[in-house]
Structure formats: C-alpha cells, structure tokens
C-alpha cells in the first residue's frame, strides 16, 4: 500500500490544520491507521490512531485536541488538529498496519505499522 500525507502548513498558535493521508494498493478498510510526529533531533512519536472497528487513540499530549477519523470509501484518514501549539511544530507521518492488534497499546508503537507515507511538515508559530 501507497499513503500520501498533505494538508501541513505554516499556521498560528491556537489555529488549525486538516491533515490527510490518501491511500492506495489495497484495501484501505483492512488497515488500522495511525498518526505519529517527528520534531527535529527528537523521536518519531505517537499522535493518533484508529482501528478496523473505529476505536480511537490519542497521546496525552493531544487529547481534546486532535480527531482522527477515516473514510474508507475515499480511501482516507484525516487529523484534525485545533488550538494548536508551538510544540507541535514537527514532520507528521501517517502509517497503516494490516495484523489485527492484540491489544490497545499496539496502536501506540510505531514499530507496529507496516507501511509510512511520507510526511508533512507542520509549522506553528507563536
């Protein structure tokens, strides 16, 4: 499978952004979907996930302000990211894994994912 990350930007402390991830070669809906970022000189961390079923992830860090959501029949995963902050200035990746997860926390390990795409820079400025 083929994911193309679009959507980041230069934005303000406190704005938003819609992130997507397109996704092609197989059957999107077999694939659970994440969001990870990668900040320069630090580790590429979780963001975000969703399962087969809808299940919903978020990293603390996050939560209350980030929603992710797919579209199987656009092939799709989005993140909405509002009240931005500067620290979340970094590269985000969205990445798909195809083996059933045995447990929440598989969704939280990048090491878990199968397939990258290839990153969109978000910028926040304060």
């Known amino acids: 499978v083929q994911l193309q990350a679009s959507g980041g930007g230069l934005v303000q402390a406190g704005g938003s952004l819609r992130l997507s991830c397109a996704a092609s070669g197989r059957t999107f809906s077999r694939y659970a979907m994440g969001w990870f970022r990668q900040a320069p000189g630090k580790e590429r961390d979780f963001v975000a996930a969703i399962s087969l079923s809808g299940g919903l992830f978020y990293a603390d860090s996050v939560k209350g302000r980030f929603t992710i959501s797919r579209d199987n029949a656009k092939n799709t995963v989005y993140l909405q990211m509002n009240s931005l902050k500067p620290e979340d200035t970094a590269v985000y990746y969205c990445?798909?894994?195809?083996?059933?997860?045995?447990?929440?926390?598989?969704?939280?390990?990048?090491?878990?994912?199968?397939?990258w795409g290839q990153g969109t820079l978000v910028t926040v400025s304060s």
């Open positions: 990445a798909a894994r195809l083996s059933p997860a045995l447990s929440s926390s598989t969704y939280y390990s990048r090491v878990e994912y199968d397939y």
